[in-house]
Every structure is written in C-alpha cells, then in structure tokens.
C-alpha cells in the first residue's frame, strides 16, 4: 500500500474528504500522469491547485467519469 493511499484513509477516518495528487489519480484511474494533464488542459478534469501542485476531490473525479460514460446500447 502507498504512503497516499496510506493517507487517504486516515483522512476519510478523520472525516476529511480524501485529495487526488496527479500522480494517486493516474493510478486511480490506470492511465499516464500525461492523460491526466491531458484532461485538466482539455477542460473535462477541474482541481485546485495549491503551490505548484494540483489536487483533486472524489467528486470531480467522479462528475468527469459520469460525463465521458457513454451506453453501448444508443
């Protein structure tokens, strides 16, 4: 288990809601750090950025996950 990960959960035993580096949300959703400045720059992923590094909450993640879902069906 990784040191973020490690973290994330302390913070959700906390109550706090757990933050996405750049580098835990490319592993979370299993593509290259490269996609995800990909979709930061294309306007589909919103964070904050704090210094000089970006962070992420769950539920933009899962806004971004919603809107690129698509049914195989229509």
């Known amino acids: 288990m990784t040191q973020a990960t490690m973290e994330m959960r302390n913070e959700i035993q906390l109550g706090l809601e757990p933050l996405f580096t750049i ?3 490319a592993a979370y ?12 720059k294309d306007g589909a992923l919103t964070g904050t950025r704090i210094g000089q590094s970006f962070r992420f909450m769950r539920k933009n993640v899962e806004d971004m ?10």
């Open 23 to 25: 580098k835990d949300l």
């Open 65 to 74: 996950l919603d809107f690129c879902a698509f049914n195989e069906d229509q």
């Open 29 to 40: 959703l299993q593509v290259n750090t490269t996609t995800v400045y990909r979709l930061i």
